[in-house]
């Protein structure tokens, strides 16, 4: 299984301002994902990002408010820009990695939970 | 339709006996099912991953798999207290990474 290290674990944030998070792996990965979790919510992809590319946005989600950067194999950062209340979730870095010899399986970082006031 | 579909719950079982929670999805081409356990001001935790049709076991934890009728289900034997947690199911349409998650069954375990 990977190994993967969030920063920060939690935030308390102003509305108006922007925090990044950062997403360590302790092992190359092609793509790594980033999720978000609303309070009572379930799991929801924001963006896939790839090395050397631009990320890929799922439906609802726009690079001008979640900016993500892809430097290496083994890390990632996603912005959260001009917080609202709204942007309140937990927020889950996760790549694929080793399942069995069936096939791999996804990962999931401690997370990082972010509140804005 | 949601594409992944689980009962919210809550499940309540006594300890010792066995939980089940299920999970239908959509998709017919979705290639691999993961059962995710999250604990209250937790991130999600694998629990059990399945791509094949039947049942996959692990200690306690039984997945079960029917692509035909498009249903995933975990069992809990022996169910202790400590797996009182939210008990998520994702689906894996195939290569995209992209997993699909339902929105998770409240599993209770009382004493």
């Known amino acids: 299984s990977a190994v993967i290290s969030q920063k920060p674990s939690r935030d308390i944030c102003q509305r108006g301002t922007s925090l990044t998070i950062q997403c360590q792996v302790d092992?190359?990965?092609?793509?790594m994902f980033w999720y978000r979790q609303q309070p009572g919510q379930s799991l929801t992809l924001i963006a896939t990002a790839n090395q050397g590319s631009e990320a890929t946005y799922e439906s609802g989600f726009v690079i001008d408010k979640f900016p993500i950067s892809r430097p290496n194999l083994t890390f990632s950062t996603l912005t959260v820009s001009n917080m609202s209340p709204e942007d309140s979730s937990i927020y889950l870095c996760?790549?694929?990695?080793?399942?069995?010899?069936?096939?791999?399986?996804?990962?999931f970082g401690e997370g990082s939970w972010l509140t804005v006031v | 339709q949601k594409e992944v579909e689980q009962n919210s719950g809550p499940l309540s079982v006594p300890e010792g006996a066995i939980a089940s929670l299920n999970c239908t999805y959509s998709d017919r081409g979705s290639q691999s099912f993961f059962w995710y356990r999250q604990y209250s001001g937790k991130s999600p935790e694998l629990i059990m991953f399945?791509?094949?049709?039947g049942d996959k076991e692990d200690g306690r934890f039984t997945a079960q798999l029917n692509k035909a009728s498009q249903y995933v289900s975990l069992l809990i034997r022996d169910s202790q207290p400590s797996d009182s947690a939210t008990y998520l199911c994702a689906v894996w349409p195939g290569n995209t990474g992209k997993l699909i998650f339902g929105q998770g069954t409240t599993l209770q375990v009382k004493p």
């Open positions: 092992s190359q990965v092609t793509m």
């Open positions: 399945i791509y094949s049709n």
């Open positions: 996760s790549v694929e990695g080793d399942g069995d010899n069936s096939g791999n399986t996804i990962y």
